[in-house]
């Protein structure tokens, strides 16, 4: 019994030990240094605010507009009338000079570009620029107080992050979807369409062109398209492509600043990557090419571009296509058993 005894006035010091120590919480919060006791009692119940990316939408959902394209074509080969093709899609107001980015399958040979602002104002916009290989096109209006989206250039998207899709799908007004970052791709000007960043958050016809945000509305990407194949036995879900930010603002300035994207080209093939002396073996090397010409060779292992080590093969694409042509770089490669510099006189690509 004297066990039983000790044991009982334990757990009833216990007791009064923690009613003392929640009523003083309660009354001096301070002393709970930054938790709030009141906040994290008060959840506990299941009526606290509910999870909502409202603030991050708010805040980017301004800077997003609906684009609408037209063409004026003939109707057909034996008569003269005209008839409109409208296209639809989203775009992107980078800064307030009235810069817009958007897909350039969007505007693509459109006579009339049309901007629409989530507040109704409507301005006719001017095609700046575009690339191919990213599909990225460049407009402007001329309006001022513009909303522009958050940016962050020093932002790194991270497979897992939730990401919200914010467009125009089938000309329904503005919409928002929601998804997560399936996987991320390269952000250097080599980077082809199946290396953009991957997500589930849904686009459609009329997406084009239109932002990514993380929660805090930072822009993440443009939303570009999703993903297509002929077998229609086995359809395909939640498989949707963005560019990503940091490569869709490299165009973007290439654009504004010289009317086109240049990239650096040096002429060489390769698909076989040797870990083992960290670079890539030589397949093909274009005739009259910067590579051709510097006397590069067919199976020549090249392990440094610029003095830069090698790591994959889209990474050395990367140094080269942001080389300025004419500029001189070094090429460290293996032939043979002899460790060689070649230098070589960077060309543009086109």
């Known amino acids: 019994m004297k066990a039983l005894d000790i044991i009982k006035y334990v757990f009833k010091s216990a007791s009064y030990g923690v009613f003392i120590a929640v009523l003083l919480l309660l009354f001096f919060p301070k002393l709970a240094g930054n938790v709030d006791v009141f906040s994290a009692l008060t959840k506990a119940d299941g009526n606290g605010q509910p999870l909502s990316y409202a603030k991050g939408v708010s805040v980017a959902s301004p800077a997003v507009v609906n684009i609408y394209s ?59 620029g575009y690339d191919y290989l990213t599909d990225l096109a460049v407009l402007k209006v001329a309006a001022t107080n513009l909303p522009v989206i958050p940016q962050n250039l020093a932002l790194q998207s991270r497979v897992g992050d939730v990401v919200l899709a914010i467009g125009n799908p089938l000309d329904l007004g503005q919409t928002v979807t929601q998804g997560v970052i399936s ?21 459609n016809e009329g997406n084009s062109g239109g932002a990514l945000i993380n929660t805090n509305g930072e822009l993440v990407g443009i939303n570009s398209s999703k993903f297509k194949q002929n077998n229609r036995l086995n359809p395909v879900q939640g498989i949707f492509f963005a560019i990503p930010y940091e490569l869709a603002y490299k ?66 694409l990367d140094i080269v296509a942001e080389t300025a042509p004419g500029t001189r770089i070094d090429i460290g490669l293996y032939r043979g058993d002899r460790k060689i510099s070649v230098p070589v006189i960077i060309q543009e690509r086109f």
């Open 70 to 128: 037209k063409d004026f074509q003939s109707s057909s080969a034996f008569t003269t009338r005209a008839r409109n093709v409208q296209r639809l899609g989203s775009g992107v107001i980078m800064d307030q000079a009235g810069f817009i980015l958007t897909n350039f399958h969007v505007v693509q040979g459109a006579d009339q570009i049309v901007v629409v602002l989530q507040t109704g104002q409507q301005f006719p916009a001017e095609l700046i």
């Open 251 to 316: 165009v973007m300035t290439q654009i504004i600043e010289k009317g086109r994207v240049v990239r650096g080209w040096l002429g060489v093939a390769s698909d076989f990557y040797e870990p083992n002396y960290k670079g890539f073996i030589v397949q093909d090397v274009t005739p009259n090419s910067p590579a051709s010409k510097a006397g590069i060779r067919v199976n020549d292992l090249i392990f440094s571009i610029d003095g830069k080590p090698i790591d994959s093969i889209p990474q050395a």
């Open 183 to 203: 996987a991320t791709g390269r952000n250097g000007l080599s980077s082809n369409y199946s290396e953009f960043l991957q997500m589930d958050a849904a686009i």
